[in-house]
Protein backbone atom coordinates (compact mmCIF):
# COMPACT_ATOMS: atom_id res chain seq x y z
CA UNK A 1 0.00 0.00 0.00
CA UNK A 2 1.03 3.68 -0.82
CA UNK A 3 1.53 6.58 1.87
CA UNK A 4 -1.31 8.39 0.24
CA UNK A 5 -3.69 5.15 0.06
CA UNK A 6 -3.94 4.15 3.58
CA UNK A 7 -3.64 7.94 4.67
CA UNK A 8 -6.87 7.93 2.97
CA UNK A 9 -8.06 4.94 4.63
CA UNK A 10 -10.99 6.46 6.36
CA UNK A 11 -12.52 8.50 3.44
CA UNK A 12 -11.98 5.58 1.40
CA UNK A 13 -14.71 3.73 3.40
CA UNK A 14 -18.10 3.52 1.87
CA UNK A 15 -21.04 4.60 4.07
CA UNK A 16 -23.65 2.62 5.85
CA UNK A 17 -26.70 5.21 6.78
CA UNK A 18 -28.70 3.08 9.33
CA UNK A 19 -27.22 2.14 12.29
CA UNK A 20 -28.34 -1.42 11.78
CA UNK A 21 -25.25 -1.46 10.05
CA UNK A 22 -23.24 -1.71 12.64
CA UNK A 23 -23.92 -5.55 12.91
CA UNK A 24 -22.93 -6.11 9.45
CA UNK A 25 -19.79 -7.95 9.17
CA UNK A 26 -19.34 -6.63 5.76
CA UNK A 27 -19.71 -3.11 6.49
CA UNK A 28 -16.12 -3.39 8.10
CA UNK A 29 -12.66 -2.87 7.04
CA UNK A 30 -9.32 -3.62 8.12
CA UNK A 31 -6.80 -0.83 9.87
CA UNK A 32 -4.09 -0.35 7.23
CA UNK A 33 -0.82 -2.40 8.63
CA UNK A 34 1.15 0.54 9.13
CA UNK A 35 -1.07 2.38 11.31
CA UNK A 36 -1.61 3.06 15.28
CA UNK A 37 -4.13 3.40 17.80
CA UNK A 38 -3.99 6.17 20.08
CA UNK A 39 -6.01 5.65 23.58
CA UNK A 40 -6.47 7.77 26.16
CA UNK A 41 -8.31 7.99 29.64
CA UNK A 42 -8.57 9.58 32.68
CA UNK A 43 -7.03 8.04 35.87
CA UNK A 44 -9.88 8.18 38.69
CA UNK A 45 -12.60 9.26 36.47
CA UNK A 46 -15.17 7.79 39.06
CA UNK A 47 -13.91 10.08 41.57
CA UNK A 48 -14.17 12.62 39.74
CA UNK A 49 -17.86 11.64 38.98
CA UNK A 50 -18.52 11.56 42.61
CA UNK A 51 -17.32 15.07 42.76
CA UNK A 52 -19.93 16.40 40.47
CA UNK A 53 -16.95 17.20 37.11
CA UNK A 54 -18.39 15.07 34.94
CA UNK A 55 -18.49 18.07 32.23
CA UNK A 56 -14.71 18.77 32.71
CA UNK A 57 -14.10 14.89 32.38
CA UNK A 58 -16.23 14.85 29.18
CA UNK A 59 -13.93 17.85 27.87
CA UNK A 60 -10.73 16.31 29.03
CA UNK A 61 -11.86 12.96 26.93
CA UNK A 62 -12.64 15.49 23.66
CA UNK A 63 -9.62 16.94 23.89
CA UNK A 64 -7.69 14.14 22.93
CA UNK A 65 -9.61 14.23 19.96
CA UNK A 66 -9.32 17.74 19.24
CA UNK A 67 -5.64 17.83 19.81
CA UNK A 68 -4.85 14.92 17.66
CA UNK A 69 -7.10 16.17 14.58
CA UNK A 70 -6.09 19.61 15.24
CA UNK A 71 -2.20 18.38 15.03
CA UNK A 72 -2.51 16.08 11.84
CA UNK A 73 -4.25 18.79 10.07
CA UNK A 74 -7.08 16.58 8.95
CA UNK A 75 -10.48 15.81 10.68
CA UNK A 76 -11.01 12.32 8.70
CA UNK A 77 -9.04 9.58 10.75
CA UNK A 78 -11.15 7.01 12.18
CA UNK A 79 -12.15 8.32 16.15
CA UNK A 80 -14.50 7.34 19.34
CA UNK A 81 -15.40 9.38 21.97
CA UNK A 82 -15.83 7.04 25.44
CA UNK A 83 -17.03 10.02 27.84
CA UNK A 84 -13.68 9.97 30.28
CA UNK A 85 -11.45 8.84 27.20
CA UNK A 86 -10.75 8.29 23.72
CA UNK A 87 -9.31 6.67 20.91
CA UNK A 88 -8.04 7.89 17.15
CA UNK A 89 -6.11 5.68 14.64
CA UNK A 90 -3.66 7.03 12.61
CA UNK A 91 -1.15 6.00 10.49
CA UNK A 92 2.28 5.34 11.76
CA UNK A 93 3.50 8.46 9.46
CA UNK A 94 1.85 10.38 11.84
CA UNK A 95 3.85 8.83 15.25
CA UNK A 96 5.90 11.91 15.66
CA UNK A 97 3.17 14.68 15.79
CA UNK A 98 0.92 12.70 17.98
CA UNK A 99 2.79 11.24 20.57
CA UNK A 100 3.82 15.40 21.03
CA UNK A 101 0.02 16.19 20.69
CA UNK A 102 -0.77 13.38 23.33
CA UNK A 103 1.73 14.93 25.49
CA UNK A 104 0.39 18.88 24.97
CA UNK A 105 -2.80 17.51 25.83
CA UNK A 106 -1.99 15.44 28.89
CA UNK A 107 0.22 18.09 30.38
CA UNK A 108 -3.05 20.44 29.52
CA UNK A 109 -5.43 18.02 31.24
CA UNK A 110 -3.31 18.44 34.35
CA UNK A 111 -2.41 21.65 34.44
CA UNK A 112 -5.82 23.39 33.50
CA UNK A 113 -8.15 20.87 34.63
CA UNK A 114 -6.30 19.15 37.50
CA UNK A 115 -7.08 15.26 36.07
CA UNK A 116 -4.86 12.82 35.27
CA UNK A 117 -4.84 12.08 31.45
CA UNK A 118 -2.63 8.57 30.92
CA UNK A 119 -2.11 8.02 27.08
CA UNK A 120 -0.42 5.46 25.14
CA UNK A 121 0.44 4.57 21.01
CA UNK A 122 -0.23 1.11 20.10
CA UNK A 123 1.01 -0.88 16.30
CA UNK A 124 -1.12 -2.45 14.51
CA UNK A 125 1.24 -4.60 13.99
CA UNK A 126 1.27 -5.38 17.69
CA UNK A 127 -2.51 -5.78 17.62
CA UNK A 128 -2.46 -8.39 15.21
CA UNK A 129 0.43 -10.57 16.62
CA UNK A 130 -2.15 -10.97 19.35
CA UNK A 131 -4.81 -12.50 17.08
CA UNK A 132 -6.85 -9.28 17.43
CA UNK A 133 -7.71 -6.91 14.50
CA UNK A 134 -8.99 -3.07 13.83
CA UNK A 135 -11.97 -2.95 11.78
CA UNK A 136 -13.64 0.06 10.80
CA UNK A 137 -16.80 1.06 9.24
CA UNK A 138 -18.37 4.45 8.42
CA UNK A 139 -21.76 5.44 9.70
CA UNK A 140 -23.13 8.44 8.40
CA UNK A 141 -25.30 10.59 10.57
CA UNK A 142 -25.66 13.58 7.84
CA UNK A 143 -24.60 14.75 4.69
CA UNK A 144 -21.36 16.41 6.53
CA UNK A 145 -20.60 13.81 9.10
CA UNK A 146 -19.58 10.21 9.38
CA UNK A 147 -18.49 8.59 12.16
CA UNK A 148 -16.45 5.40 12.85
CA UNK A 149 -17.37 1.95 14.18
CA UNK A 150 -14.68 -0.23 15.67
CA UNK A 151 -14.48 -4.41 15.95
CA UNK A 152 -12.36 -6.78 15.85
CA UNK A 153 -11.03 -6.69 19.53
CA UNK A 154 -7.89 -4.97 18.93
CA UNK A 155 -9.17 -1.32 19.88
CA UNK A 156 -10.28 -3.36 23.81
CA UNK A 157 -6.79 -4.58 23.90
CA UNK A 158 -5.05 -1.40 23.06
CA UNK A 159 -6.89 0.36 26.13
CA UNK A 160 -6.07 -2.25 28.50
CA UNK A 161 -2.04 -2.23 27.21
CA UNK A 162 -2.42 1.87 28.28
CA UNK A 163 -4.13 1.02 31.43
CA UNK A 164 -1.14 -1.58 31.97
CA UNK A 165 1.31 1.35 31.41
CA UNK A 166 2.40 -0.34 28.51
CA UNK A 167 3.02 1.86 25.22
CA UNK A 168 3.08 4.93 27.42
CA UNK A 169 3.77 8.51 26.17
CA UNK A 170 4.85 10.78 28.78
CA UNK A 171 3.15 13.98 29.88
CA UNK A 172 5.49 17.42 28.16
CA UNK A 173 6.51 19.65 30.87
CA UNK A 174 3.92 21.32 32.46
CA UNK A 175 2.68 24.59 30.60
CA UNK A 176 2.45 22.49 27.18
CA UNK A 177 -0.44 23.57 25.09
CA UNK A 178 -2.07 21.47 22.30
CA UNK A 179 -4.21 22.75 20.15
CA UNK A 180 -7.82 22.82 21.18
CA UNK A 181 -9.26 24.88 18.17
CA UNK A 182 -13.23 24.16 18.26
CA UNK A 183 -13.39 22.46 21.25
CA UNK A 184 -16.66 23.58 22.44
CA UNK A 185 -19.03 22.98 25.57
CA UNK A 186 -21.44 25.66 25.81
CA UNK A 187 -24.75 23.94 26.24
CA UNK A 188 -26.63 22.95 29.27
CA UNK A 189 -27.64 19.31 30.17
CA UNK A 190 -30.71 18.67 27.76
CA UNK A 191 -33.63 16.78 29.99
CA UNK A 192 -34.79 13.89 28.90
CA UNK A 193 -38.43 13.96 27.27
CA UNK A 194 -39.21 10.31 27.14
CA UNK A 195 -38.33 8.99 30.79
CA UNK A 196 -34.66 8.73 31.14
CA UNK A 197 -31.27 9.42 29.63
CA UNK A 198 -29.63 5.94 29.87
CA UNK A 199 -25.87 4.78 29.06
CA UNK A 200 -25.73 1.54 28.21
CA UNK A 201 -22.59 -0.62 27.11
CA UNK A 202 -23.16 -4.37 25.91
CA UNK A 203 -19.17 -6.02 25.49
CA UNK A 204 -19.24 -10.01 24.13
CA UNK A 205 -19.48 -12.22 26.32
CA UNK A 206 -16.51 -15.59 26.87
CA UNK A 207 -19.05 -18.25 25.53
CA UNK A 208 -20.68 -15.55 22.71
CA UNK A 209 -20.67 -16.63 19.88
CA UNK A 210 -20.03 -13.43 17.03
CA UNK A 211 -23.33 -14.35 15.23
CA UNK A 212 -25.13 -14.90 18.77
CA UNK A 213 -23.69 -11.22 19.99
CA UNK A 214 -24.70 -9.44 16.48
CA UNK A 215 -28.17 -10.60 17.05
CA UNK A 216 -28.28 -9.42 20.68
CA UNK A 217 -27.40 -5.97 19.32
CA UNK A 218 -29.61 -5.90 16.35
CA UNK A 219 -32.60 -6.53 19.01
CA UNK A 220 -31.59 -4.11 21.33
CA UNK A 221 -31.35 -1.42 18.41
CA UNK A 222 -34.61 -2.43 17.26
CA UNK A 223 -36.51 -1.70 20.77
CA UNK A 224 -34.53 1.31 20.97
CA UNK A 225 -35.86 2.25 17.52
CA UNK A 226 -39.55 1.68 18.36
CA UNK A 227 -39.53 5.19 20.47
CA UNK A 228 -39.30 8.46 18.14
CA UNK A 229 -35.97 9.32 16.35
CA UNK A 230 -34.39 5.83 17.80
CA UNK A 231 -34.41 7.09 21.41
CA UNK A 232 -32.28 10.12 20.11
CA UNK A 233 -31.65 12.45 23.38
CA UNK A 234 -31.32 15.84 21.45
CA UNK A 235 -34.76 17.22 20.10
CA UNK A 236 -35.12 17.20 16.36
CA UNK A 237 -34.86 20.99 16.51
CA UNK A 238 -31.70 20.82 18.85
CA UNK A 239 -31.11 21.99 22.40
CA UNK A 240 -32.38 24.86 23.25
CA UNK A 241 -30.03 28.28 23.12
CA UNK A 242 -29.37 29.82 26.79
CA UNK A 243 -27.12 32.33 28.42
CA UNK A 244 -25.23 29.79 29.98
CA UNK A 245 -22.29 29.74 32.14
CA UNK A 246 -21.05 26.58 32.95
CA UNK A 247 -18.30 24.55 30.99
CA UNK A 248 -17.24 28.39 29.55
CA UNK A 249 -14.18 28.78 32.20
CA UNK A 250 -12.97 24.96 30.77
CA UNK A 251 -13.49 26.34 27.05
CA UNK A 252 -11.82 29.67 27.83
CA UNK A 253 -8.32 27.02 29.02
CA UNK A 254 -9.28 25.24 26.08
CA UNK A 255 -8.82 27.80 23.41
CA UNK A 256 -7.05 30.91 24.83
CA UNK A 257 -4.05 31.72 24.64
CA UNK A 258 -1.55 31.97 27.64
CA UNK A 259 -2.69 34.54 29.58
CA UNK A 260 -5.64 35.59 27.95
CA UNK A 261 -8.65 33.50 29.62
CA UNK A 262 -10.23 35.96 30.97
CA UNK A 263 -10.51 37.89 27.35
CA UNK A 264 -11.42 34.44 25.95
CA UNK A 265 -14.70 34.08 28.47
CA UNK A 266 -15.59 37.71 27.78
CA UNK A 267 -15.65 36.93 24.19
CA UNK A 268 -17.17 33.07 24.87
CA UNK A 269 -19.76 34.98 26.81
CA UNK A 270 -20.46 37.72 24.31
CA UNK A 271 -20.46 35.16 21.28
CA UNK A 272 -23.77 33.23 23.45
CA UNK A 273 -25.40 36.31 24.61
CA UNK A 274 -25.61 37.07 20.16
CA UNK A 275 -26.51 33.75 19.68
CA UNK A 276 -29.70 34.08 22.11
CA UNK A 277 -30.68 37.01 20.36
CA UNK A 278 -30.15 36.20 17.13
CA UNK A 279 -32.11 32.63 18.08
CA UNK A 280 -35.20 34.60 19.56
CA UNK A 281 -35.75 36.76 16.91
CA UNK A 282 -35.26 34.32 14.18
CA UNK A 283 -32.23 36.55 12.33
CA UNK A 284 -28.67 35.69 10.92
CA UNK A 285 -25.44 37.28 11.28
CA UNK A 286 -22.47 36.87 9.22
CA UNK A 287 -23.88 33.54 7.84
CA UNK A 288 -24.53 31.63 10.93
CA UNK A 289 -28.12 30.58 11.45
CA UNK A 290 -28.56 29.69 14.99
CA UNK A 291 -31.65 27.53 14.01
CA UNK A 292 -30.06 25.74 11.20
CA UNK A 293 -27.07 25.11 13.78
CA UNK A 294 -29.32 23.49 16.47
CA UNK A 295 -31.17 21.55 13.37
CA UNK A 296 -27.47 20.31 12.24
CA UNK A 297 -26.38 19.57 15.88
CA UNK A 298 -29.09 17.04 16.44
CA UNK A 299 -28.07 15.47 13.02
CA UNK A 300 -24.27 14.99 13.76
CA UNK A 301 -24.36 14.10 17.01
CA UNK A 302 -23.06 10.42 17.90
CA UNK A 303 -25.22 9.31 20.34
CA UNK A 304 -24.91 5.77 19.48
CA UNK A 305 -21.73 3.83 18.43
CA UNK A 306 -20.05 0.47 18.69
CA UNK A 307 -16.16 0.10 19.96
CA UNK A 308 -15.73 -3.51 20.53
CA UNK A 309 -19.43 -3.22 21.47
CA UNK A 310 -22.37 -1.53 21.73
CA UNK A 311 -22.25 2.26 23.26
CA UNK A 312 -25.88 3.94 23.48
CA UNK A 313 -27.01 7.02 25.28
CA UNK A 314 -30.62 6.82 24.63
CA UNK A 315 -33.96 8.98 26.01
CA UNK A 316 -36.34 6.84 26.39
CA UNK A 317 -39.30 5.14 28.41
CA UNK A 318 -40.01 2.95 31.05
CA UNK A 319 -41.73 0.36 28.75
CA UNK A 320 -38.45 -0.13 26.45
CA UNK A 321 -35.87 0.59 28.88
CA UNK A 322 -37.26 -2.85 30.93
CA UNK A 323 -37.40 -4.61 27.84
CA UNK A 324 -33.99 -3.83 26.83
CA UNK A 325 -32.40 -4.94 29.81
CA UNK A 326 -34.71 -8.03 30.30
CA UNK A 327 -32.80 -9.00 26.71
CA UNK A 328 -29.35 -7.90 28.16
CA UNK A 329 -29.48 -10.22 31.45
CA UNK A 330 -30.90 -13.05 29.25
CA UNK A 331 -27.61 -12.26 27.07
CA UNK A 332 -25.68 -12.11 30.09
CA UNK A 333 -27.26 -15.09 31.64
CA UNK A 334 -26.17 -17.30 28.36
CA UNK A 335 -22.43 -15.79 28.25
CA UNK A 336 -23.32 -13.87 24.63
CA UNK A 337 -22.61 -10.21 26.46
CA UNK A 338 -21.53 -8.63 29.69
CA UNK A 339 -23.09 -5.30 30.01
CA UNK A 340 -23.20 -1.95 32.16
CA UNK A 341 -26.31 0.44 32.67
CA UNK A 342 -26.16 3.82 34.22
CA UNK A 343 -29.74 5.77 34.61
CA UNK A 344 -29.40 9.65 34.67
CA UNK A 345 -32.26 12.78 33.74
CA UNK A 346 -30.73 14.59 31.30
CA UNK A 347 -27.57 14.61 28.33
CA UNK A 348 -24.13 16.19 27.87
CA UNK A 349 -23.19 17.72 24.65
CA UNK A 350 -19.70 18.50 23.88
CA UNK A 351 -18.32 19.82 20.65
CA UNK A 352 -15.97 19.79 18.08
CA UNK A 353 -16.48 22.84 15.62
CA UNK A 354 -13.93 23.93 13.14
CA UNK A 355 -16.38 27.11 12.19
CA UNK A 356 -19.71 27.51 13.68
CA UNK A 357 -20.61 28.44 9.53
CA UNK A 358 -19.42 24.99 8.46
CA UNK A 359 -21.47 21.99 8.49
CA UNK A 360 -19.47 19.27 9.85
CA UNK A 361 -19.38 20.53 13.47
CA UNK A 362 -19.37 17.16 15.52
CA UNK A 363 -20.94 16.61 19.04
CA UNK A 364 -19.81 14.21 21.66
CA UNK A 365 -23.10 12.84 24.12
CA UNK A 366 -23.07 11.14 26.96
CA UNK A 367 -25.11 11.03 30.48
CA UNK A 368 -25.15 13.90 32.78
CA UNK A 369 -24.52 12.29 35.49
CA UNK A 370 -22.17 10.01 34.52
CA UNK A 371 -23.22 8.50 31.43
CA UNK A 372 -20.65 5.89 29.82
CA UNK A 373 -17.59 6.23 32.57
CA UNK A 374 -20.52 4.96 34.81
CA UNK A 375 -22.13 2.19 32.88
CA UNK A 376 -18.30 1.09 32.52
CA UNK A 377 -17.96 0.89 36.28
CA UNK A 378 -20.97 -0.72 36.39
CA UNK A 379 -20.00 -3.82 33.92
CA UNK A 380 -16.52 -3.68 35.47
CA UNK A 381 -18.04 -4.54 38.50
CA UNK A 382 -19.97 -7.44 37.28
CA UNK A 383 -17.29 -8.80 36.18
CA UNK A 384 -15.77 -8.84 39.12
Known amino acids: MTTEKTDDFFEALPVFERFEGVA ?35 IAGASVISALLNALGKHNHPFVFGGDGALVALPASQTSKAQEA ?11 LHL ?70 RWNPVQARNGEIVSIIAVPGKSGANALFQQLVADII ?5 QNRGAHPIPEEGPPIEFALQGVGTEAKATAPVGKTLYR ?16 LGLTAGGFDPKSYKRELAQNSDFRKFDDGLKMTLDIDAIRLRRIEERLEKASKEGICQYGLHRQSAALITCLVPTPRAHDHIHFI ?10 ASNLKAKLA
Open 24 to 58: DNSNYKPLPEDWILASADIVGSTEAIKQGRYKVVN
Open 102 to 112: LAAVQAWVSDE
Open 116 to 185: NLRAALVPMADVRAQGLDVRVARFKVSPDVSYAMFAGGGASWAEAQMKAGKYAVKPAASGSRPDLTGLSC
Open 222 to 226: TIAAE
Open 265 to 280: KLAILAQIGLTVVLDR
Open 366 to 375: DGASGGYAMA
